[in-house]
């Protein structure tokens, strides 16, 4: 079965650079969400998309933006890149149904390395 | 948020069956009970999800109690595979709702 598709897989960017991780979600999926793991700690929620609109924002710096295309593949951009943003990022998609969604399903994430 | 409470760390013996335990003791009406899984920096893996009656599917069954407040995920055959650390999450259905990822446990299936 088709899972969720995360590039690249790994990124090493240097401080004060930009980076952009793309997501491809399962298909017919709506939804959207981005996930940042650092060393050691747990998935902490970024930010979600459903229907090309965002859904629920969690602690995402301004420093990072992102969006969910008509394809419904979504992009995290991240701008002026910081040491402590070197980390795993998990993007996960899931369906909906009529106004609600249920599980959703991970990819297997980007690791980006700032140096 | 911590919404739910679970232990640290459990340990089961491979073949038998684990019982991860989570408290969610301020659940509120509306909100659902997940189970995910993470193996080492691989990509949470979804478990199973449930909102008043117990569920079971290949993987697990989680028993959900009468007032709502606790659950357990039974894993009914460990195997050193289970390895990894497991998620009680609560959450309203909502579309684009988050999973609130707390500390999870940190099983380990031992030979």
């Known amino acids: 079965a088709a899972g969720v598709i995360q590039s690249p897989r790994h990124l090493i960017k240097e401080k004060r650079e930009t980076a952009t991780l793309k997501c491809y979600p399962i298909?017919?999926?709506?939804?959207v969400y981005w996930y940042q793991q650092g060393p050691g700690q747990d998935p902490q929620f970024l930010i979600s998309f459903y229907e090309k609109m965002q859904s629920d924002k969690g602690s995402i710096p301004d420093r990072f933006s992102a969006q969910q295309f008509s394809d419904y593949h979504s992009e995290l951009n991240m701008s002026s890149l910081e040491l402590g943003d070197s980390a795993l990022y998990f993007c996960?998609?899931?369906?909906?149904?009529?106004?609600?969604?249920?599980?959703?399903?991970f990819g297997q994430g980007t690791r980006l390395t700032v140096v | 948020d911590a919404k739910t409470t679970q232990p640290p760390s459990m340990d089961c013996a491979e073949g038998r069956a684990a019982n991860l335990p989570c408290n969610h003791s301020?659940?509120?009406?509306?909100?659902?009970v997940y189970w995910y899984r993470q193996i080492h920096s691989q990509g949470p893996q979804y478990i199973i999800h449930?909102?008043?009656n117990n569920e079971t599917n290949e993987m697990a069954s989680l028993i959900i109690t009468e007032d709502r407040k606790s659950s357990t995920l039974i894993l009914p055959h460990a195997t050193l595979r289970d390895t990894a650390v497991y998620y009680c999450?609560?959450?309203?259905?909502?579309?684009?709702?988050?999973?609130?990822f707390g500390t999870g446990t940190s099983l380990t299936v031992i030979p």
């Open positions: 298909p017919r999926h709506d939804t």
């Open positions: 999450i609560v959450r309203v259905s909502n579309t684009g709702n988050q999973f609130y």
């Open positions: 996960a998609s899931s369906p909906t149904t009529g106004v609600r969604n249920t599980e959703a399903f």
């Open positions: 301020t659940i509120s009406g509306n909100e659902y």
């Open positions: 449930g909102l008043k």
